[in-house]
């Protein structure tokens, strides 16, 4: 994932993990700062070289239209100021965020997890920009953008006592719930099918009489053929 104007948290998480598998999160971060030694020194030297590839590493993590704050000469520094931009407390920027999550929608052939992950994730960068969002709101937000299928689902879930209804326990019901669907819609459709009387097609229908296939025994010429022969010989012989 490369940084854009809309994935900042996410992806400052992801970027963190690449600086530990690198060995270079303490430089790029800056919990270790340059050695107060010579120059020439190793300390400095190795400093540098670690400096050097967590700057190549976020240079190579953000779209184009992010290098215009990538200049400052050390990681530490562009680090910083990755994190000035991109985390406005502006009260426009948290209005635009909550209007977000409070108008989501679930699509009809979006997976139950898939939008589970896309409320939280919501959730997640409100959180960040310091606006708070509990359970209770990412449950309402959960349901409120599901669509009318299930509708009784919410009706059964609001009856439900909140002081044990959890987060966790909202999103195990909804997966159980579309499974259960799933399973239900499934079923419909074999029995559906099963009703319908379908039949194989004709190119793979064998006739019994001749063998061949493409034709049922009703249709086959040389089975007509055999009736003629018999009437006539019949008629002959009256």
Excluded at 52 to 75: F, G, K, Y
Excluded at 171 to 195: K, M, Q, Y
Excluded at 205 to 219: D, I, S
Aim: proline share 3%.
């Amino acid at each position: 994932m490369k940084l854009s104007n809309e994935n900042y948290e996410i992806w400052r998480i992801l970027e963190e993990a690449v600086f530990l598998r690198r060995n270079v999160h303490d430089v790029a971060t800056g919990l270790t700062p340059i050695p107060a030694t010579g120059p020439n020194s190793k300390g400095v030297k190795d400093w540098k070289r670690k400096d050097d590839e967590a700057r190549a590493e976020l240079i190579l993590s953000v779209e184009p239209d992010q290098l215009a704050h990538m200049n400052a000469p050390t990681a530490y520094e562009i680090w910083q100021e990755l994190e000035r931009v991109h985390r406005a407390r502006g009260f426009a920027t948290k209005m635009s965020l909550r209007r977000t999550f409070m108008t989501m929608q679930k699509r009809d052939d979006q997976k139950m997890s898939s939008w589970i992950g896309d409320v939280r994730n919501v959730a997640f960068r409100l959180q960040k920009a310091g606006v708070s969002t509990d359970d209770e709101d990412i449950i309402l937000v959960l349901t409120m953008g599901l669509p009318s299928t299930f509708d009784a689902f919410v009706v059964a879930l609001d009856a439900t006592d909140s002081n044990k209804l959890t987060l966790n326990d909202v999103i195990i019901r909804l997966l159980n719930e579309e499974s259960r669907t799933d399973v239900s819609a499934s079923s419909a459709g074999i029995e559906s099918a099963f009703r319908a009387g379908v039949r194989r097609p004709k190119s793979e229908v064998t006739c019994f009489k001749c063998q061949k296939k493409g034709h049922y025994q009703n249709e086959c010429k040389e089975e007509a053929a055999a009736h003629t022969a018999v009437e006539t010989e019949f008629d002959a012989a009256w």
